[in-house]
DNA sequence: CGGACAACCTGGTTGC
DNA sequence: TGCAACCAGGTTGTCC
């Protein structure tokens, strides 16, 4: 699910809640979620911790905690990270005390109880006023823990490229990335070791705004080219940020909601409608293994 | 080195 | 209605 609008929209609603929060109690549910220590392991860790922090580095949440460690949470396609104001009865799963908008559309009837395994839930983290759930369908997250919570510690991060929305996303620095790869300028933006944080909706958003066909050689790009897709990727990421991010499905913010900037997509999705700049109907392809859509009339 | 592709999972949709 | 095939916001490992 989550680009970088989303997983920022996620890190700015959580904060203020989990702000200052000693964690009571930790549940790790999936045992593929931790990636480098046994789940029980960073259960005992987690426990009596405060949280410090929360940093977000491309689509990568980092926790830090008040003994200077941490943890980094990836929520690859389907991961939610979601903040109850009420704590749940510990030990057992009583989690029905406050129900998120999602969960009371799938419950039915007045029996409602127990967080069945439509929930997903796959990590709880029981905190002094709350509780903040680690949700995920395709049991894809992962989680990472830090003995030192800072982005140089995993070897992940340290391969990430040039971040958006930061002063250091300029024309020139992205003119030395693309001249080195013949590949498709799509796919160029997809890879994180170039430019850190794009997904396929940004991606197809951003080319389309720049009126550049996906499949260009990214190092054919004239110079001009590569100023409208620097202002183009930055706009969307704003503008994407500005609306709480993109639910096409399963995105929600860490207070549960949807965002809306699905109804302000231009291309994504959107096969066969009609372009809403030239009035040609949009394109579907596929490239690098993922659908692609644009307007052949403006990125021709 | 770069790039295509399968794999990791679950569930919703489509088409026969 | 049933069922198989295909699709999904991401990343990683393997093969060429």
Redesign the pocket.
């Known amino acids: 699910?989550?680009?970088l609008p989303?997983v920022e929209t996620v890190r700015r609603t959580l904060w203020p809640h989990l702000k200052g929060q000693t964690i009571v109690a930790a549940r790790v549910l999936e045992p593929?979620l931790v990636q480098n220590r046994s789940t029980q392991q960073v259960e005992a860790m987690l426990v009596g911790q405060r949280i410090a922090g929360l940093s977000r580095r491309?689509?990568y949440l980092l926790f830090h905690l008040s003994g200077g460690s941490g943890f980094v949470l990836?929520l690859?396609?389907?991961g939610q990270l979601i903040y109850f104001p009420v704590p749940s009865a510990l030990g057992e799963g009583d989690d029905s005390l406050s129900t998120p908008r999602q969960e009371r559309r799938a419950v039915s009837g007045p029996g409602e109880e127990t967080p069945d395994?439509?929930d997903?839930v796959r990590m709880v983290l029981h905190l002094s006023r709350g509780r903040l759930e680690l949700r995920d369908?395709?049991?894809?997250a992962t989680l990472h823990w830090l003995e030192e919570a800072r982005s140089s510690s995993l070897p992940?991060l340290l391969r990430l490229g040039i971040e958006p929305l930061t002063p250091e996303f300029q024309p020139e620095r992205l003119a030395e990335i693309f001249a080195?790869?013949?590949?498709?300028i799509k796919?160029?933006l997809?890879?994180?070791e170039c430019v850190a944080g794009?997904?396929?909706?940004y991606a197809d958003e951003a080319l389309f705004r720049a009126g550049i066909h996906p499949q260009r050689p990214?190092c054919r790009l004239e110079p001009e080219e590569i100023r409208r897709l620097r202002d183009a990727v930055t706009k969307v990421l704003r503008e994407a940020l500005d609306h709480g991010?993109?639910?096409?499905?399963?995105?929600r913010n860490g207070s549960g909601q949807p965002?809306s900037f699905q109804r302000r997509l231009r291309v994504y999705g959107r096969e066969g409608l009609p372009c809403e700049n030239c009035g040609s109907p949009i394109r579907r392809i596929r490239l690098?293994?993922?659908?692609s859509w644009f307007c052949e009339g403006c990125q021709g």
Do not use: C, D, W
């Open positions: 699910m989550p680009e989303e593929r491309a689509k990836h690859r396609m389907t395994k439509t997903h369908q395709r049991r894809f992940a080195r790869r013949r590949a498709p796919s160029v997809l890879n994180q794009l997904g396929n909706i990214a991010g993109t639910s096409v499905r399963n995105y965002g690098a293994g993922r659908s």
